[in-house]
């Protein structure tokens, strides 16, 4: 009797400590900011609010704008004789007594008997979650979601999610269900249910579009656009608000964009104002093997007149693999040079670096030496081309950076060794950055301070126009879609394993009439990771092709590598030393050797088709009928789609514009090196909407839009 009555006792005191913190945290509510910190203002445990904070969200503001991924229609609440089985559906009614029944292990199941509206009932059971019991008095009357099955001829909800009825609107069922990504023990049901708490904090928040662009666009207020989010009444409501803050994301964006832009032009210097020389242009398209393409010729018209203006250029050089953008570069630097210029091309690696310096500079010397013979006179000294990188001795680049700075030297190529800051140049006029993506901003900053020169950034990377007005905003674009002379296609084949044997067969086959082959793998050794123990890597994949084929030669390059075994590894391949080389993905970019006719490219399908087609770039350079197999780690995976569309198209800005569809924005720059920004609505990233945002952007700052080839 007396445990009885403490037990009453107690049950009392704690619905009195319940009733005191609910009024408490109701008028803590009634007062609440947007600026209220959530420790404050939420009833929860201290380790909610650290992993709240782990995912940034401080504030009632930061939580309010934490949007769901998605939403879930359990709007219908149904009878249980309408209810079809395996399927998710709401029904209300009530439960009888819950009984705990104990399992060996230490397990439990909760049970009751619930009975929907019309009399009809159902089990339900929840395992190993005894707190059920706690929280749902016998008698409640509920709302049960979840999966109705049939066992022993009764129906079963099993580990239902459930919500006490007729005490507050719902929750989790009776509408639009919002689903928001989840965080260690941060998970979607918590969050509605913190959120639902916050709701009156929400017409707090202020606008952030212009009014004008409000009313031209048709879009939501913002505050209206939140709510719905959160607490939508239909899809079509959901939809526009999805709208709407995509919208916003992406006018900031290209706000952003302009605003670099601006600062990167800054004010008007005669000395960047370099006449364009049609002759010289013209002598340099004569001094070559083939003639360029047009798309060629109208990016080296559109770089050339926008630095004959008295501000910096900035324009992107964007160009399918083999498209020629190096000829681009060559062809504004000689004009650069003439007109007593220098030039910085930074690239991403030491070895592109080298053998971008050996080509420039052979094709520079060819033109000086063909003007020389047809005209008879000097046209300009004769072209100083100098390479730096981290790996240049000391002494050399001593010597670089003093002609640098004297001017005896008119270009440089090199790695970030050109931004350093004892570099410095005397009369910088142009900057290209070769693979833009691979640099930051910071970097950017640097070559601003080096005297604010053109800026051209090219990438081999093909951007569909939407993608790149958002990535690369503050440029002016120029497109190569050609490439020159009379290549062939090349031929590309999805592989299964069972397939493995005769291609290599054929492979080997190609070996003895001359040809070599690149075979790329995605990880150097072994993992004991469960998830890739089955990709192929380097140094296995080398010792199985020397013990299958010992009378082929066979090396291995990888990015552990310095950059003088790369060098040297490549440099013998290049002579043929080599019949076959394995390496990761450091021959992703700008690796010419024209004689390597086959690309095997192991585990494909860990790669996105962008990253795909760059390595498929890495053969075709030759009037050799060149080859790609992409060798999938499993049957289904030799049927994907997405890698099917490798074998349908040539063009890289198909395919890129194939994986924005299918896996986002950021699948275009692999490991996000881009500063592509990290959108709620990737799905919503639409042409349309990128330009509206634009264009509004362009009307509320006044600065033009770059334009665009």
Known sequence: MRDSNRETSKRETSNKFRKWTSVHSLLYLSRMKLSTPLSSVLRTT????????????????????????????????????????????????????????????????????????????????????????????????????????????????QSPQFEIAGQRPLVHAGRLVPIYPQHDIINTKWLREKIVLLKDAIVQFSETLPLEVLQEHDLMGRSEAIAAMHFPENPAQVERAQHRMTF????????????????????????????????????????????????????????????????????????????????????????????RGQCALMVPTEVLAKQHAQGIARLLIDLHAFIRTQTGKEPFPRPNVALLTGSTPAGDALMIKQGLQNGTIDIVIGTHALIEEGVRFHDLRLVIVDEQHRFGVQQRAR??????????????????????????????????????????????????????????????????????????????????????????????????????????????????????????????????????????????????????????????ERFGLAQLHQFRGRVGRSDHQSYCFLFTTTPEQARSPRLRAMEQYDSGFQLAEIDLTLRGPGALFGLRQSGLPDFRFPHLFQPELVMNARKAAEKMTGISAPRAA
Not at 68 to 86: C, G, K, N, T, W
Not at 258 to 285: C, N, T, Y
Not at 498 to 504: F, I, L, N, P, S
């Open 46 to 157: 201290d380790d909610h609010i650290v992993a709240l904070q782990g995912m940034g969200l401080h504030t009632v503001e930061d939580l309010l704008l934490y949007l769901p991924r998605a939403h879930e229609d359990l709007s219908r609440i149904i009878l249980l004789r309408d209810v079809p089985l395996e399927e998710k559906v709401s029904v209300r009614g009530t439960v009888g007594a819950l009984k705990i029944t104990r399992l060996r292990g230490g397990r439990v199941i909760v049970s009751t008997i619930f009975t929907d509206t019309e009399g009809a009932t159902a089990e339900a059971q929840w395992f190993n979650q005894p707190h059920v019991k706690r929280m749902l008095p016998d008698g409640s009357e509920v709302v049960l979601t979840g999966k109705l099955t049939e066992k022993r001829n009764r129906l079963l909800f």
């Open 447 to 604: 070559l601003k301070e080096k005297g604010n020169p053109h800026f051209l950034a090219m990438t081999a990377t093909p951007i569909p126009r939407t993608l790149a007005l958002t990535a690369y905003g503050d440029h002016d674009l120029s497109v190569l879609l050609e490439k020159p002379g009379q290549r062939k296609p090349i031929s590309t084949k999805v592989v299964a394993p069972a397939d493995r044997k005769t291609v290599e067969r054929w492979i080997d086959h190609q070996i003895g009439e001359g040809r070599q082959a690149f075979v790329i793998c995605p990880l150097i050794e072994e993992s004991e990771a469960e998830e890739i123990k089955d990709v192929k890597n380097v140094e296995q994949e080398v010792l199985r092709l020397k013990q299958g084929f010992p009378h082929r030669h066979i090396a291995m390059l990888h990015g552990r590598m310095i950059p003088k075994e790369k060098e040297a590894i490549l440099q013998a391949f290049r002579d043929r030393a080599f019949d076959l080389l394995v390496s990761t993905s450091v021959i992703e970019v700008g690796i010419d050797i024209p004689n390597s006719t086959i690309i095997v490219i192991e585990g494909a």
């Open 248 to 339: 916003e994301e992406m006018y900031r964006v290209q706000l952003d964009a302009l605003e670099r832009r601006k600062l990167w032009q800054g004010e008007h210097q005669d000395r960047l104002a370099v006449p364009m020389d049609v002759e010289l242009i013209k002598a340099f398209f004569r001094s070559l093997h083939f003639a360029p393409t047009a798309s060629q010729k109208i990016a080296i018209y559109e770089i050339l007149r926008d630095m004959e203006k008295g501000i910096a250029m900035s324009r992107l050089l964007e160009g399918d693999v083999g498209s020629g953008k190096t000829l681009v570069a060559t062809a504004v630097m000689a004009t650069v040079m003439k007109a």
